[in-house]
């Protein structure tokens, strides 16, 4: 018999550790019990949460899944059981575990697991599965989408208007359709604000990794403001760090994305696009919580507030001047006046 590679045998140590680490390592609610309360009745549930490359500590996309997930828990008396995958073929069995340990619901969190899913879904039949920001048809698979036009459109529109040097930037992480989606809308807004504006962008890289590189994302960053840009919008997960290093450092501004991440560096982040993955993630829980599960594609944008921007205390005194004109943009969007352009409907 030939030799296994040490490549093949690394992966398969990989994937074994994942395994074991997945149900021996998770995040619990507290067991309150009681009559007839919600709680009482699913404790003992348990909830799988397949993460994305940059894991449940990047401030921003996956964090965001597990705000949604504890709150279920807390809500609802559930265990979640979440999994960080170190690269992308680590996906298809962190999935396939949750399933074969009889899960009720897993959910994947990024496009990148989309075809890990359509393998491992049609095979679980009674195991329920959600994932976010890809579309997976399967009778049981809810696909939750997010209109990041509108919103990339609105913060575009709050950079056009801020800039003081007609020249404002974007970092993507990886350089795939869906950030091209934020890039186009986030153009397209600051040019509607401000028609003399230079638009600058880069992206830091073209594989998994580019989520999880805040060195190389303030290295962008910095050749951005070299060039005369002071707002830069990221869209690049744990890599948008390095961006609001570099807002800081060089004193200019930052415009978060998924969370909420004006905290990160106070009176230096414009504001942040929220894009509520925890909205979605509750919602799909509780469905399942519930017995109301229904598959198929959901779509969550400012509408609904499924895509928002944020005010708080660390920015309310940066946005005021612009408050009353976002506001209008907002309501334009929603009512249709103004549609933001669509990268996703463009390659069509």
């Known amino acids: 018999m030939a030799a296994l590679s040490f490549k093949t045998v ?46 449940k500590d990047d401030r921003s996309f996956n964090t965001a899944a597990v705000v949604g997930s504890s709150r279920a828990a807390k809500e609802f008396g559930l265990t979640i059981k979440d999994v960080e995958s170190p690269d992308d073929s680590a996906f298809e069995p962190a999935l396939r575990t949750f399933a074969e340990r009889g899960l009720p619901l897993v959910v994947a969190i990024g496009f990148g697991q989309a075809d890990a899913l359509k393998k491992v879904a049609p095979q679980f039949p009674n195991t329920k599965f959600a994932i976010v920001d890809a579309v997976v048809e399967a009778p049981n698979v809810a696909s939750l989408m997010f209109e990041e036009q509108e919103g990339s459109f609105l913060v575009g529109y709050l950079a056009g208007l801020a800039t003081k040097t007609n020249a404002v930037g974007f970092v993507g992480g990886m350089e795939v359709a869906l950030i091209r989606r934020f890039l186009m809308a986030y153009e397209a807004g600051a040019k509607a604000a401000n028609p003399k504006v230079k638009v600058l962008n880069n ?28 707002v830069i919008f990221h869209a690049a997960g744990a890599s948008g760090m390095g961006v609001f290093d570099a807002a800081e450092e060089k004193k200019v501004y930052a415009i978060g994305v998924d969370s909420n991440q004006n905290a990160i ?4 982040v414009l504001t942040s696009m929220l894009k509520r993955v925890d909205t979605a993630v509750y919602a799909v829980i509780a469905e399942v919580v519930k017995g109301e599960f229904k598959p198929g594609l959901r779509s969550f944008g400012l509408k609904d507030k499924g895509i928002d921007y944020a005010v708080d205390s660390n920015n309310e005194a940066l946005i005021a001047p612009y408050k009353t004109k976002l506001e209008e943009v907002r309501a334009q969007i929603i009512s249709g006046k103004i549609v933001a352009p669509d990268y996703y409907k463009s390659k069509k």
């Open 10 to 55: 690394a992966r398969g140590i990989v994937v074994g550790a994942m395994a074991i680490s997945i149900f021996s390592g998770c995040t619990k609610a507290s067991d309150s019990k009681g009559g007839e309360s919600p709680t009482s009745k699913t404790s003992g549930l348990t909830i799988g949460l397949v993460l994305d490359k940059g894991g």
């Open 203 to 230: 992206f830091v890289g073209i594989t998994a990794s580019a989520w999880a590189n805040p060195t190389r994302g303030k290295e962008l960053a910095l050749s951005q403001i070299n060039q005369g840009a002071d």
């Open 265 to 268: 560096k106070p009176g230096r």
